[in-house]
Antibody, heavy 115, light 111 residues
Framework: EVQLVESGGGLVQPGGSLRLSCAAS????????MHWVRQAPGKGLVWVSR????????SYADSVKGRFTISRDNAKNTLYLQMNSLRAEDTAVYYC????????WGQGTLVTVSS | QSVLTQPPSVSGAPGQRVTISCTGS?????????VHWYQQLPGTAPKLLIY???NRPSGVPDRFSGSKSGTSASLAISGLQAEDEADYYCHSYDSNLSGWVFGGGTKLTVL
């Protein structure tokens, strides 16, 4: 069974940092591009970042460029999102998702940026 | 402002048919990238309803169908049921962004 499980969310102060992880199982992780998508409370889905299958290419939404870094460890079947200089507007549920003919999503992890 | 445009809300009576549109541009839907549709109930992760423009994952009723033409796509729901009341999102890839794009979401109300 294809499964993505996010972790690492929590409460952080403005200006702080957090690293999210996404553990993948049930498929050949190293063959797929991966994405992070977020959803602020009561709002819609917003794409955050993506990384290609071997980690050599990344892309970011303008709202997080220069503050967030996506990476992956194919040996550990794990995707990461390093989030620095966090702002209140980064408060959201963060989902990891796998590209492919039929996209697969995790259940999400909540990040709250507040003092 | 979302890259893909959806109506904020649609409604229909039980048993009726409703459609939700998703309008993009030549860098996403119009470039031939696949469109996917999700249903999201409050407090839950998005559930894949349609992938690759027209395909239903196992377990999704055939009341749900997808189509695509030019720079737009549509989700149709026939035989509306109370449990269909949810938010629906379209999703594609954009070559200018080199990343995913979403519609702003459509809230379906079953009258």
């Amino acid at each position: 069974e294809v499964q993505l499980v996010e972790s690492g969310g929590g409460l952080v102060q403005p200006g702080g940092s957090l690293r999210l992880s996404c553990a993948a199982s049930g498929f050949t992780f190293s063959s797929y591009w991966m994405h992070w998508v977020r959803q602020a409370p009561g709002k819609g889905l917003v794409w955050v970042s993506r990384i290609n299958n071997d980690g050599s290419s990344t892309s970011y939404a303008d709202s997080v460029k220069g503050r967030f870094t996506i990476s992956r460890d194919n040996a550990k079947n794990t995707l990461y999102l390093q989030m620095n200089s966090l702002r209140a507007e980064d408060t959201a549920v963060y989902y990891c998702a796998c590209s492919g003919t039929s996209p697969t999503w995790g259940q999400g992890t909540l990040v709250t940026v507040s003092s | 402002q979302s890259v893909l445009t959806q109506p904020p809300s649609v409604s229909g009576a039980p048993g009726q048919r409703v459609t939700i549109s998703c309008t993009g541009s030549r860098s996403n839907i119009g470039a031939g990238y696949a469109v996917h549709w999700y249903q999201q109930l409050p407090g839950t992760a998005p559930k894949l309803l349609i992938y690759g423009n027209t395909n239903r994952p196992s377990g999704v009723p055939d009341r749900f169908s997808g189509s695509k033409s030019g720079t737009s796509a549509s989700l149709a729901i026939s035989g509306l049921q109370a449990e269909d009341e949810a938010d629906y999102y379209c999703h594609s890839y954009d070559s200018n962004l080199s990343g995913w794009v979403f519609g702003g979401g459509t809230k379906l109300t079953v009258l």
